[in-house]
């Protein structure tokens, strides 16, 4: 056995699914995990609507992430389609973190985006219990909260269900990150890695550049708009000049929204679209010629093209 053999039979590699509320950091986690960004992040919640795979190494252990759209309490074909990819994330899944934000479970809500969370969050719970299944429970956001506090969040979780270990992190400030990933490459299942060693992720690079100008008319709109609003990479090719071209349709479900994405003289379609090029720019590591239009289409929520063509499946 030549040594890259023998290294190549040790090999580990385990699938993780990340569930949790809309909002708890599942994407901040995943990229955190992965060290790029795979899955894009926003302040909103619903910012991811597909499941996305991250992939990770960690000595002779690959670590497929699943990233996962926020379970919630759906109501268009969309948001059911999102919340039956998030459950479909966990079959086949070796380990399912539920992730929450402890913000969300501190006190008494004061909002109701909070009441939301926690109701989000029980209701997963009940899920888990449902299916049996084990799973870590992730607090997030620690950085927001002190001790006392988090470990009667974590203890409360932890009545409603029999969580297998609880961790405390910052996804976003990679505060015990590390430590969870570690801990995550101990436990995984021996077997042959799913991706080659420089794969960071499963989204074709035309899903990820419309995902890139989403999460830029995300950061812009206000309201109910991001979630009535959809981004499709509609022409990708090579100019005569050997530049890389995008051509890029933002959906948005009513003609009032048409100028709001607009904006004043073009103003807000501008800056999505420069903020959305600069990033491409940089992903791709070569310019990139991007253009966005806008369109109506009223029920694009409804229509299972709409739902494929970023990654979903209109089960009904
Ligand atoms: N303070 C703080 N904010 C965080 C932390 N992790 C994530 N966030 C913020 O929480 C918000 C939501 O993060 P996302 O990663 O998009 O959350 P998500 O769970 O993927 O959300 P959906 O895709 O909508 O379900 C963003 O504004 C993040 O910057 C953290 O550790 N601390
Ligand atoms: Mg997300």
């Excluded at 039956?84 to 985006?113: Q, R, Y």
């Excluded at 042959?192 to 999460?215: F, G």
């Excluded at 995300?218 to 981004?231: F, G, I, N």
């Excluded at 109506?296 to 739902?307: G, M, P, S």
């Amino acid at each position: 056995m030549t040594s890259e053999e023998s290294a190549a039979s040790d090999r580990t590699c385990s699938f993780i699914a990340v569930i949790g509320a809309p909002n708890a950091g599942k994407s901040t986690l995943v990229n955190a995990f992965v060290g790029a960004k795979v899955s894009i992040v926003t302040h909103k919640v619903q910012t991811t609507r597909a499941r996305v795979r991250g992939v990770a190494i960690d000595g002779a252990a690959q670590l497929v992430f699943i990233d996962t759209p926020g379970i919630f309490r759906p109501r268009r074909k969309l948001d059911r389609a999102m919340v039956a990819a998030a459950w479909e994330g966990l079959d086949g899944a070796d380990e399912t973190i539920l992730l929450v934000d402890a913000t969300a479970f501190d006190g008494e809500p004061k909002a109701s985006a909070m009441k939301r969370a926690r109701e989000d969050t029980i209701a997963i719970v009940k899920g888990l219990a449902e299916r049996g299944a084990p799973a870590l429970l992730v607090v997030n956001k620690v950085d927001q909260i002190d001790r006392p506090r988090l470990l009667a969040v974590a203890s409360a979780l932890n009545e409603e269900f029999s969580f297998e270990e609880t961790f405390f992190i910052s996804a976003a400030r990679n505060d015990g990150v590390s430590e969870l990933k570690a801990f995550l490459a101990a436990r995984a299942p021996a077997g042959p890695w799913m991706y080659p060693e420089d794969q960071l992720s499963d989204i074709s690079d035309r899903l990820l550049a419309a995902e890139i100008t989403r999460e830029k008319l995300y950061l812009r709109l206000h309201e109910e708009l991001p979630y009535e609003s959809t981004v499709e990479t509609t022409d990708w090719r090579r100019t005569a000049k050997g530049e890389l071209r995008i051509e890029q349709t933002i959906f948005v479900a009513r003609d009032g929204q048409k100028p709001i994405v607009l904006g004043k003289a073009g103003q807000t379609i501008k800056a999505v679209s420069s903020a959305a090029r600069e990033e491409l720019c940089q992903l791709f590591g070569e310019p990139v010629h991007l253009f966005v239009f806008v369109k109506v289409r009223e029920n694009w929520a409804e229509e299972n093209a709409r739902l494929r063509e970023i990654g979903l499946d209109p089960t009904d």
